[in-house]
């Protein structure tokens, strides 16, 4: 932050000490108001405040750069508000700073229009008294916007990035072109859809990254919040927040998004070429002085300016800060009288300008010297005026400088902030790797994930000292860990670790509670200090599983299913449908899976029919989509049969017989053949250059087969194929 705002004021009121010097200065009217029933001393806690808040709390300031508020808080934070950092130290050993609010202070600015004195409307009435029940404002003051006002705002304007605007064009794109991917045949646009949703749009995501959520956890970090702790012998870094548009004109709005270093100096606006264009604009525009105040004859000026000026800081240059009246001296110099009356020589313009050139730095605002009166007007001639305007001008920005404004610091100084019941803002969580945010079905749908544990973070005020509980925990078998490590009077990190899966919709209701020790409240036994329930509801989007590979193991007794959100939860059951061979079809239950992880399923397989079989998958009524769409299709599996065969016969001239068990004819899920014969004209001979055998009849016994004709007489072995792969050994053709 700019250097000008280093100037700082920590302005702090106790309660207590209003509530003493009231009643002392009740006292000189009725004494009988002063004294207390004595009931209420004895039954009263006494609290360990710090009076002297001055004496025991620093603050330090500085402004951030525009080109740092754009990388750390984002471009629309920057645009639109001077952001300073305060770090505020509490060197008090026994009591603790609650800060109530931060603003800044410019009624000693030029530009601020403040007039000192009540502030009197056009009927006579004084609009800064306000009733007893009421608290009315400082004209002269502005406030810091709280954190939550900042984050609203770096919301709205998250939408409207040119990043999220590309990116959501390009999700509407291929949903629009996936939605009619069934009218289309060619099966490299249905594959390329799939591609361009599943490959490109999360690629331009992970290219061009969305910073919003580090710039609002940095908001939600550091941002000024109303009723911060500031513990015994610590410190807080607090960042506020002051709209621009509040204190400053649209020109030097741009002069001070250009370049904040002219408000600290602004002479230096006079000798910068770089910024004379826009100098001069402001000077024509927003200053209204006119044409005479042209930007090198004031810089040309400035020399005798400051001999002049000097006069002011001549005596004692802290007295500027002091309460002062002026009164004529017969010496021709002035008598400041601050506030004791105490009289304040000064030296007289006459002495300053001992000096050679002082005629001409005179005449060039239209001044002259007088012995009596110090420094007057030449005259009242229309060009002397208009010379003593470019001092009146020169004077005008020697006052605009923000080394004039303070940051002030109000507050109170109360007891440990332990002793206070929590207050719970908001409930964030981290990041899950492999899943995402809590915004994912993953996050809460699948235990096995990070081996069921979610951190995340508490913000409010008070949490020091405070344990965290989840009032559901033991219905939902979730296990609640409170992390001291890197929390603070305003963050408390924690950790869930999660046993089952927990429904959508599901409401959490977390409490902070302080344990009090006995004595502390004056209970004999141990209370805890509740929060009051912070709500939280389980919500994320229910696409509806996909199933994107069936494999079946060499035993051909479970088939492991691999896709997307395999959770069940009591109101999303998650249930697995298996579709034989035969037609028949049989639903297996989440009880008899193996569910590995929300990707993978495992099924037992009960009744291994030879055969194609297709797997569905249901989480609630949403079926599982086949990712890629078919064709193939994803979710079918075979399983091939045991044949034997014992015995091979010569029926007639062109027909054979083959005998053996499980000769089953069954269908691979091509729809091919899975049972092949072939003759081969030794035992040990590749069947690869052998033709299939042409079946007329079958059964599971029994095969009849057409006879080749070099094989009606001779020897010939005959071998069984599953799925083209040859049996070991073969069986003699008689």
């Given amino acids: 932050m700019l250097r000008v705002f280093t100037a700082l004021t920590l302005m702090v009121c106790l309660c207590s000490s209003a509530i003493a010097g009231l009643g002392q200065k009740n006292s000189k009217n009725n004494t009988k108001s002063n004294a207390l029933p004595k009931n209420a001393i004895n039954n009263s806690t006494q609290l360990q405040t710090e009076m002297n808040v001055s004496a025991n709390v620093t603050a330090e300031a500085v ?47 030029a530009l601020s229009g403040f007039k000192p004195g009540p502030s009197v409307s056009i009927d006579g009435v004084n609009r800064d008294k306000a009733d007893k029940f009421q608290a009315s404002t400082d004209s002269h003051q502005i406030a810091s916007e709280e954190y939550r006002v900042v984050r ?25 072109a996936g939605a009619y991917a069934f009218s289309l045949r060619e099966q490299g646009f249905v594959r390329g859809i799939a591609s361009f949703n599943g490959t490109i749009v999360p690629g331009v995501q992970t290219l061009w990254p969305d910073g919003t959520v580090e710039q609002l956890n940095r908001v939600s970090d550091f941002g000024y919040k109303a009723n911060t702790v500031i ?56 200053f209204g002085f006119g044409k005479a105040n042209d930007v090198d004859t004031l810089a040309n000026l400035l020399p005798c300016y400051k001999a002049i000026s000097a006069l002011r800081f001549a005596a004692h240059p802290s007295d500027s800060v002091r309460q002062a009246s002026t009164q004529s001296d017969p010496n021709g110099g002035a008598v400041a009288t601050d506030s004791d009356s105490s009289p304040i020589q000064t030296r007289s313009s006459v002495d300053i300008l001992s000096h050679p050139t002082e005629e001409a730095c005179l005449e060039e605002f239209g001044l002259r010297k007088d012995d009596k009166l110090g420094i007057v007007l030449k005259d009242k001639e229309a060009a002397t005026i208009e010379k003593f305007k470019r001092f009146l001008v020169l004077d005008f920005i020697s006052e605009m400088s923000l080394n004039n404004v303070k940051v002030v610091v109000d507050g109170v100084m109360t007891v440990d902030a ?43 005020a008070y949490l020091t000292g405070g344990e965290l509980r989840v009032a559901e925990a033991t219905a939902l078998g979730i296990k609640v860990d409170t992390i ?139 079926l599982a989509r086949e990712d890629p769409p078919p064709p193939p299709h994803v979710n079918t599996f075979t399983i091939e049969p045991s044949p034997k065969i014992t015995s091979a016969r010569r029926e007639t001239e062109r027909r054979l017989t083959v005998t053996g068990d499980n000769l089953i004819d069954a269908k691979t899920c091509d729809n ?12 040990d001979a590749d069947p690869d250059n052998s033709p299939d055998l042409v079946p007329t009849s079958r059964s599971t016994a029994s095969w009849t087969l057409r006879l080749p004709a070099d094989f009606r007489q001779g020897t010939g072995f005959v071998k069984v194929l599953v799925n083209g792969k040859a049996l070991p050994g073969a069986v003699q053709l008689k």
């Fill in 231 to 286: 513990p015994q012998k610590g410190s807080e870094v607090i960042v506020c927040f002051f709209p621009i548009d509040r204190f400053l004109s649209p020109g030097f709005r741009q002069l001070f998004l250009q370049s904040p270093a002219l408000f600290f100096s602004p002479f230096q606006m006079l000798f910068d070429n770089t910024m004379k264009p826009a100098v001069a604009a402001v000077l024509g525009k927003d």
């Fill in 152 to 176: 609203g705002q770096l919301l709205d304007a998250q939408t409207r990035s040119a990043r999220n605007w590309i990116v959501r064009a390009l999700t509407l794109a291929g949903s629009i």
């Fill in 63 to 109: 402004l951030i750069p525009r080109t740092d508020v754009t990388r750390i808080f984002g471009k629309e934070i920057a645009n639109n508000y001077a952001v300073i950092q305060l770090i505020v130290g509490n060197k008090s050993s026994d009591a603790a700073l609650i800060v109530h609010g931060i603003f800044i202070d410019y009624t000693r600015w």
């Fill in 418 to 460: 332990t002793s206070i019941a929590a207050k719970i803002d908001g409930v964030q969580f981290d990041r899950l790797d492999n899943c995402g945010d809590d915004h994912n079905l993953c996050f809460w749908g699948d235990p096995s994930i990070a081996d069921g544990v979610r951190t995340g973070s508490i913000n409010g």
């Fill in 484 to 622: 001291t490590e890197g929390s603070t009077d305003q963050l408390l990190h924690f950790s869930l670790k999660l046993n089952k899966a927990i429904p959508f919709g599901k409401s959490l209701h977390f409490i902070v509670g302080k344990t009090q020790s006995p004595g502390t409240t004056g209970s004999k036994t141990a209370k805890t200090l509740d929060s009051p329930q912070w709500e939280y509801v389980v919500g994320y989007p229910i696409a509806g599983p996909t199933v994107s590979k069936v494999e079946i193991d060499s035993a051909q007794s479970k088939v492991t299913i691999t896709g997307t959100e395999f959770v069940d939860t009591p109101d999303n059951p998650l249930v697995v449908t298996l579709h034989k061979p035969d037609g028949k079809q049989a639903d297996v239950s989440a009880s008899a899976l193996t569910i590995s992880s929300s990707s993978q399923l495992v099924v037992p397989i009960s009744d291994p029919q030879p055969g194609c079989w297709s797997v569905g998958v249901k989480v609630g009524k949403v």
């Fill in 672 to 683: 091919q053949p899975m049972l092949t014969f072939r003759l081969v004209k030794s035992k």
